[in-house]
């Protein structure tokens, strides 16, 4: 069975940092690339960070360049995000997410239960 | 990047009701459309990717149509467990994947 487990939220102040992990299991991680996409409270979704399976490949949303940066350990099975720089509006429920590719289309087949990053002094 | 507009909103229906969720692209998006269902305090599940394809283990009440820039999510016969948020995705301007909105699919 797929399994993502993120961890690492909590309450940080403005211009801070946290790292967020992502542990994979019941599958071969190595073999897939990863996303960050999150949720702030009341709102939709946004894509935040993707990682490809060998990491040579990352790109960001414009409102995290800069101030984000996502990562992973194949041989650990993990997905990371380092968040500093930290804003009220990154305020959210993150999701680690696994791509999947069919047709040509690129979808998130397998989410996370979400950790919740709160910016507040 | 790419706009995704859902509409309706929101949506009140009852059980066994034909329930149907339009998403439009703001650009031509071919089939790099998906959809997912996200209950309240639960992580997003995908239902339907490349416009019309049932992801494994999905009732077959729901499909998807649609190419270019409108496309539709069907749920055939609502279920009590459909109530949920209904969220649309492109994929075909990656990395700048985006989302619609969201619909809430209420009990009437």
């Known amino acids: 069975e797929v399994q993502l487990v993120e961890s690492g939220g909590g309450l940080v102040q403005p211009g801070g940092s946290l790292r967020l992990s992502c542990a994979a299991s019941g599958f071969t991680f190595s073999s897939y690339s990863m996303n960050w996409v999150r949720q702030a409270p009341g709102k939709g979704l946004e894509w935040v960070s993707y990682?490809?399976?060998?990491?040579?490949?990352?790109y960001y949303a414009d409102s995290v360049k800069g101030r984000f940066t996502i990562s992973r350990d194949n041989a650990k099975n993990s997905l990371y995000l380092q968040m500093n720089s930290l804003r009220a509006e990154d305020t959210a429920v993150y999701y680690c997410?696994?791509?999947?590719?069919?047709?040509?289309?690129?979808?998130?087949?397998?989410w996370g239960q979400g950790t919740l990053v709160t910016v507040s002094s | 990047d790419i706009q995704m507009t859902q509409s309706p909103s929101s949506l009140s229906a009852s059980v066994g009701d034909r329930v149907t969720i339009t998403c439009r692209a703001s650009?031509?998006?071919?089939?790099?459309l998906n959809w997912y269902q996200q209950k309240p305090g639960k992580a997003p599940k995908l239902l339907i990717y490349a416009a019309s394809s049932l992801q494994s283990g999905v009732p077959s009440r729901f499909s998807g149509s649609g190419s270019g820039t409108d496309f539709t999510l069907t749920i055939s016969s609502l279920q009590p467990e459909d109530f949920a948020t209904y969220y649309c995705q492109q994929s075909y301007s990656t990395p700048s994947i985006t989302f619609g909105q969201g619909t809430r699919l209420e009990i009437k």
């Open positions: 650009q031509s998006i071919s089939s790099y």
């Open positions: 990682i490809s399976s060998s990491s040579s490949t990352i």
């Open positions: 997410a696994r791509t999947n590719t069919a047709i040509a289309t690129y979808y998130f087949d397998y």
